[in-house]
């Protein structure tokens, strides 16, 4: 059986997009990929250049970097793979708007339409609560609520994968 909601969860080079990225090939579906990332800076232009190298090309690129349940409610189908890289991105996107009552309305629309969602989806998300409790306002609710939410969409997965080192380690559903 293929899992049709994997969530996977890892540190910042940890190889959990390549692992999400074979996923999908391997579903052998029409990739939507889903990308939540913003240009900022020159650091994070090359980042996204890399994973743009990383993606085959025949793939459907969406980048929404706030209104996620409503792209997801679009675009899911039987027919697709969806993949969302990545949750924390899209999560310091609301944090950060400078209509904070965007966050809750985007944040529970997410989590209400996840269980909803036909097709194959694969969720990619940075694990960023293993170390300590960082110092500011702001990056602690980050940690916070990036934990909340892990724990809230893990709940609604099939599969759950830590990925350490490029390894994928199973905290829930069949091996990959």
């Known amino acids: ?17 390549r692992l999400a990225e074979r996923l999908a090939i391997e579903s052998q579906l029409p990739v939507i990929y889903i990308a ?10 090359e980042r996204i250049a890399l ?4 993606r085959p090309d025949h793939w459907q690129v969406i ?3 706030l209104a996620l349940a409503s792209v997801l409610n679009q675009h899911a189908n039987t027919g697709y793979c969806l993949l ?8 310091t996107n609301l944090l950060i708007h400078p209509d904070a009552s965007r966050f809750d309305r985007e944040r529970s629309a997410f989590l209400n339409t996840l269980p909803y969602l036909t ?4 969720l ?3 694990e960023t609560n293993m170390g300590i409790t960082p110092m500011g306002k702001l990056s602690r609710r980050y940690c916070d609520e990036a934990g909340q939410l892990h724990q809230a969409v893990a709940q609604q997965c099939d599969q759950v994968v830590l990925t350490v080192a490029g390894l994928p380690l199973m905290l829930k559903g069949e091996r990959i």
């Open 1 to 17: 059986m293929t899992s049709a909601r994997t969530l996977i969860l890892g540190g910042v080079r940890s190889g959990k997009s």
């Open 36 to 45: 939540t990332a913003t240009i900022e800076d020159e650091e994070m232009r």
């Open 51 to 54: 994973h743009r190298a990383h």
């Open 63 to 65: 980048e929404e970097p």
């Open 84 to 91: 969302v890289d990545c949750l924390t991105l899209w999560l």
């Open 119 to 122: 097709g194959k989806l694969i």
């Open 124 to 126: 990619v998300s940075n």
